[in-house]
């Protein structure tokens, strides 16, 4: 039996649950879609050249580079909530600006491989984590930007927010990774 299974409704705050939604139904361990996830992406970035990593669709809009600055920022801040809640930490935590984040981030000035390199280790580095958790921890629910969240959904939320952002690339960008 996997360690996370798929989140219910008031597992999570309901604006996440477009990101749930393209999780496939049939996703049996997320941890194991997580991994292949990552091998993923690692392996369509590395075929793109800074060139690509800095194509905007629309002005003032996100570069490549910007977008999967924002996937690894967003997995981190993610799975900070994950070890927060499964130590039992009974305080809040904020929320997340992803356009300031974004403005300080410096991922459009990086080099692409750089930043999946990035991508990659961060994946790798947070699997480990995740895997070292218990039921007990996976159990457990916190607060997160003003709404209760089991720490259970997480995985589930990092691999429909990178999914979503992945679509984004592919559906605006023209990219396919």
């Known amino acids: ?22 999780v496939p139904q049939d996703t049996p361990d997320v941890l194991v879609f997580l991994r292949k996830q990552g091998l993923a992406v690692t392996d369509g970035f590395r075929k793109l050249d800074d060139a690509a990593g800095d194509h905007r669709y629309a002005p003032e809009k996100w570069s490549v580079k910007d977008v ?18 499964a130590r039992g930490e009974p305080n809040a935590q904020p929320g997340m600006d992803e356009n300031v984040w974004a403005a300080h981030s410096n991922a459009g000035r990086r080099p692409l491989d750089q930043l999946w390199r990035e991508h990659h280790v961060a994946r790798s580095d947070h ?15 916190g607060l997160a930007n003003g ?31």
């Open 1 to 22: 039996m996997p360690l996370f299974p798929r989140p219910a409704v008031g597992d999570y705050h309901p604006y996440y649950q477009k990101y749930l939604d393209l």
């Open 68 to 85: 999967l600055g924002h996937i690894v920022d967003t997995e981190r801040v993610f799975v900070f909530r994950a070890l927060w809640i």
């Open 127 to 141: 699997l480990r984590l995740l895997r070292s958790f218990d039921a007990a921890a996976g159990a457990r629910r």
């Open 147 to 177: 709404y209760e969240l089991a720490m259970a959904a997480i995985p589930w939320l990092i691999a429909g927010h990178e999914r979503h952002h992945l679509n984004v690339l592919r559906d605006r960008y023209g990219l396919d990774l």
